[in-house]
């Protein structure tokens, strides 16, 4: 099998040092590169398997970097964020990163981060071969990554669309928030679960408000499911 390879964009010139040896070692090809627009440039002249992306870069911020790129390629994205930066994690996953990783990390916790999101990555395109889902008015089509309720589009970022799709899979089944963040987010964040409120917040908007109908529901203290009536 081909080495997998990997963009690494990290202004961190030890930090990126370190993680490009690591990562080489484990048998992967990757390319370092320290600015944002450099990075971008490089994204869009080369195929790349998995971007590894710094939030805070010179020329171009991580978070506009992942937006562009989510404007073309559904690419596996996991940001590397500092400490103190919780809200713009929480900016990033919406701007279509798969995960995150806040520095300083163990160098084992990004290769398992690195396996789920690429594993992530190719069950969802055995998923494409199948079909439509529905649940009242509102339907899935899986293979384009649409979401329509009452017939009208619905546009949703890649995490938005994830969390709605295994809400509708397992509909009328209670989902903790451990088991959202398992399954969508493919680690447990302790202590960080609010990221899943947050994304309920932002599909309750554009799917229930926006269309008068209840849809997504809470069980205090518990979790949340979809409802069929
Ligand atoms: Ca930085």
Redesign the pocket.
């Known amino acids: 099998m081909e080495a997998k390879k990997i963009l690494l964009i990290?202004?961190?010139v030890k930090l990126a040092r370190f993680v490009e040896l690591e990562l080489k070692y484990e048998g992967y090809d990757v390319t370092v590169i320290h600015d944002g627009r450099e990075g971008l440039e490089t994204f869009s002249n080369e195929e790349f398997d998995m971007i590894l992306l710094?939030?805070?870069?010179p020329g171009l911020s991580g978070i506009e970097i992942c937006r562009r790129i989510r404007k073309t390629s559904s690419v596996p994205i996991i940001m590397l964020t500092a400490k103190d930066e919780v809200m713009d994690k929480v900016a990033g996953l919406d701007s279509g990163a798969d995960d995150y990783l806040t520095k300083p990390f163990a160098i084992e916790e990004l290769l398992a981060r690195m396996r789920v999101a690429f594993k992530h990555c190719s069950n969802h395109q055995e998923e494409g071969t199948k079909k439509i889902l529905t649940v009242n008015h509102l339907s899935i089509n899986i293979e384009k990554c649409m979401v329509t309720v009452n017939d009208t589009e619905v546009e949703l970022t890649k995490k938005e669309f994830e969390l709605l799709l295994y809400l509708v899979q397992n509909k009328n089944i209670v989902l903790t928030r451990e088991q959202i963040l398992n399954q969508v987010w493919g680690y447990s964040y302790i202590g960080e679960t609010n990221v899943v409120d947050v994304y309920i917040r932002y599909l309750r908007s554009k799917v229930d408000e926006a269309f008068g109908e209840k849809f997504i529901h809470t069980i205090r203290g518990v979790g949340y499911y979809v409802k069929e009536e």
């Open positions: 990290e202004d961190e710094d939030l805070m870069l």
